[in-house]
C-alpha cells in the first residue's frame, strides 16, 4: 500500500527566504505524485505533479519539485517566499489501485513572515 | 465552467440527525470521490465511484453512504450523524485524460453537536 509522509506539520520562512517543503512516499508501482496548496477556508488547488516524465517538475506560482526515486522523495521548493505563499501544502500519491484515488499526508503549513 | 460544486458550504446538526452532501462537477470526468479532512490527517477517502453506477468504500467508510445519481452527480449520505463526524468534507473528481489530477469542490464544513 502507498503511504506519504510530510517532514514538519509547520515551516516558518521570511519573505524572500528559500521554501522547502519535505515529502516522502511509498509505492509499489511507479507512482504519480503530486503536491496540492490549500489557503484557509478554500478548496485545494493543484500546484504541480509529476507523472513519470522529466524528473524536476515545474509548478504554478514559482514552485517546484523534484522526484528523487533513490530517495523516494517529492521535495517542494520556491526560490523566493512571498507573503502570499503563506498556506496549507499537502502532497499525495495516486493509490497503486484501480481506483484513482490519492493518499494524502498529514500537511505543512507554511507561515511567511515580513 | 464551475468544475466541482459542493452544497452546502456549513452544516450544523444534533447527534443522530442524518443529511446529505451534495456533489456536481460539469468537466465529464468519470470518477468522483469523497474525503474528509482532519486536523493533522490531511484527507482521508471515504467512497469513491470509478464510474456511473458503481461505488466502493474507501479507508473510512463507516457511517456514510453514497450514490452516484448521474454522471454529473455524487451525493453523500449520513443517516444518524455523530461527533466524530464533524469535519471538512471534500468531493473531487478526475478522468484518465487529466493524468489523474483530481479536481476539488469548495469544501462543506460539518459540525455534529
Known amino acids: 500500500a502507498q503511504s506519504v509522509t510530510q517532514l514538519g506539520s509547520h515551516v516558518s520562512v521570511s519573505e524572500g527566504a528559500l521554501v522547502l517543503l519535505r515529502c516522502n512516499y511509498s509505492?509499489?508501482?511507479?507512482?504519480?505524485l503530486f503536491w496540492y496548496v490549500q489557503y484557509p477556508n478554500q478548496g485545494l488547488q493543484l500546484l504541480l505533479k509529476?507523472?513519470?516524465?522529466?524528473?524536476l517538475v515545474k509548478g504554478i506560482n514559482g514552485f517546484e519539485a523534484e522526484f528523487k526515486k533513490s530517495e523516494t522523495s517529492f521535495h517542494l521548493t520556491k526560490p523566493s517566499a512571498h507573503m502570499s505563499d503563506a498556506a496549507e501544502y499537502f502532497c499525495a500519491v495516486r493509490a497503486d489501485t484501480g481506483r484513482r484515488a490519492l493518499t494524502f499526508g498529514s500537511g505543512t503549513r507554511l507561515q511567511v513572515q515580513p | 465552467n464551475a468544475g466541482v460544486t459542493q452544497t452546502p458550504k456549513f452544516q450544523v446538526l444534533k447527534t443522530g440527525q442524518s443529511m446529505t452532501l451534495q456533489c456536481a462537477q460539469d468537466m465529464n470526468h468519470n470518477s468522483m470521490y469523497w474525503y474528509r479532512q482532519d486536523p493533522g490527517m490531511g484527507l482521508r477517502l471515504i467512497y469513491y465511484?470509478?464510474?456511473?453506477?458503481?461505488?466502493d468504500k474507501g479507508e473510512v467508510p463507516n457511517g456514510y453512504n453514497v450514490s452516484r445519481l448521474n454522471k454529473r452527480e455524487f451525493s453523500l449520505r449520513l443517516e444518524s450523524a455523530a461527533p466524530s463526524q464533524t469535519s471538512v468534507y471534500f468531493c473531487a473528481s478526475t478522468t484518465v485524460n487529466s493524468q489523474e489530477t483530481q479536481y476539488f469542490g469548495p469544501g462543506t464544513r460539518l459540525l455534529v453537536l
Open positions: 465511484s470509478a464510474s456511473e453506477g458503481t461505488t
Open positions: 509529476y507523472t513519470s516524465a522529466a524528473t
Open positions: 509505492s509499489s508501482v511507479p507512482p504519480y
